[in-house]
């Protein structure tokens, strides 16, 4: 299916590696211009060159910085837009934070749990609105998580703030909809990619130990990958799924039930 996304630009944070990157190539194939952001410079522009060598200079374009912060949001989307053109879309990818199991979970964890993955999601949709609602055009994309839809043991601030990035999407949606404005958000199950958590766990001695589980808890019986993830963001970023707002897709193998 042609997507109708070339030529579009979509900014995406988290972008230098794993779920961020998988969205960026699926869009840059589409033909998509694509601005990536992270908090890595070096690896920011490995990424860059990486993706540039094969789809084109003029398709990728890449600022480092904090995309928790709103003076670095708004300085990724002003450059994205003087270098690359007005702004279709915005992933905010951004998330996790380490925090400890159980009840305890002391003040300052619980706000940068929280600043992590719900304030960092809303300030990306916040400044890319400002952008996409006078045009009456676009589409923002929140990466969530299934910890965000059943209660699965996972820490405290990750799937609580996981929950509010959905229901964030899905107010955001009623709000941009009128201006033909559209917002979803994409809960990923367990991807594994180079440097990623699930990576590291299945390197270590318990490796094996986490594939039953994943054998017995996904119907699909087995671990997803980032490209997976991004076939699915392009999906929901283009004008193909224009009927589509206010949706939380569980992408997992059929895990949450």
């Given at each position: 299916?042609?997507?109708?996304?070339?030529?579009r630009?979509?900014?995406?944070?988290?972008?230098?590696r794993?779920?961020?990157?998988?969205?960026?190539e699926?869009c840059?194939?589409?033909?998509?211009?694509?601005?990536?952001?992270?908090?890595?410079?070096?690896?920011?522009?490995?990424?860059?060159?990486?993706?540039a060598?094969?789809?084109?200079?003029?398709?990728?374009?890449?600022?480092?910085?904090?995309?928790?912060?709103?003076?670095?949001?708004?300085?990724?989307?002003?450059?994205?837009?003087?270098?690359?053109?007005?702004?279709?879309?915005?992933v905010?990818?951004?998330?996790?934070?380490?925090?400890?199991?159980?009840?305890?979970?002391?003040?300052?964890?619980?706000?940068?749990?929280?600043?992590?993955?719900?304030?960092?999601?809303?300030?990306?949709?916040?400044?890319?609105?400002?952008?996409?609602?006078?045009?009456?055009?676009?589409?923002?994309?929140?990466?969530?998580?299934?910890?965000?839809?059943?209660?699965?043991?996972?820490?405290?601030?990750?799937?609580?703030?996981?929950?509010?990035?959905?229901?964030?999407?899905?107010?955001?949606?009623?709000?941009?909809?009128?201006?033909n404005?559209?917002?979803?958000?994409?809960?990923?199950?367990?991807?594994?990619?180079?440097?990623?958590?699930?990576?590291?766990?299945?390197?270590?001695?318990?490796?094996?130990?986490?594939?039953?589980?994943?054998?017995?808890?996904?119907?699909?019986?087995?671990?997803?990958?980032?490209?997976?993830?991004?076939?699915?963001?392009?999906?929901?970023?283009?004008?193909?799924?224009?009927?589509?707002?206010?949706?939380?897709?569980?992408?997992?193998?059929?895990?949450t039930?």
């Amino acid at each position: 299916m042609e997507l109708d996304l070339k030529g579009r630009v979509v900014a995406i944070a988290g972008a230098s590696r794993g779920i961020g990157l998988g969205i960026a190539e699926t869009c840059l194939a589409e033909g998509a211009k694509v601005a990536i952001s992270a908090r890595n410079p070096e690896a920011l522009e490995a990424t860059r060159l990486r993706l540039a060598e094969r789809y084109g200079e003029d398709c990728v374009w890449a600022r480092a910085g904090d995309m928790r912060e709103t003076n670095e949001i708004e300085a990724c989307l002003n450059g994205a837009e003087a270098e690359l053109g007005p702004l279709w879309g915005a992933v905010a990818n951004v998330g996790i934070y380490p925090c400890p199991p159980g009840i305890e979970v002391d003040d300052e964890t619980w706000d940068a749990g929280f600043r992590q993955n719900l304030d960092a999601a809303y300030r990306l949709a916040r400044s890319a609105l400002r952008r996409l609602v006078p045009r009456g055009e676009g589409s923002v994309l929140l990466i969530s998580s299934i910890a965000g839809i059943d209660a699965m043991g996972s820490s405290l601030t990750y799937g609580v703030a996981k929950a509010a990035v959905n229901h964030l999407g899905q107010e955001l949606a009623r709000l941009a909809g009128p201006a033909n404005v559209r917002v979803n958000a994409i809960a990923p199950g367990n991807i594994v990619f180079q440097g990623g958590t699930w990576a590291e766990r299945l390197s270590g001695p318990r490796g094996d130990v986490w594939r039953r589980w994943v054998d017995r808890e996904v119907p699909l019986k087995r671990f997803g990958a980032p490209e997976e993830i991004g076939s699915v963001a392009a999906f929901m970023l283009s004008p193909r799924a224009s009927f589509m707002t206010g949706m939380v897709a569980a992408v997992d193998g059929g895990q949450t039930r």
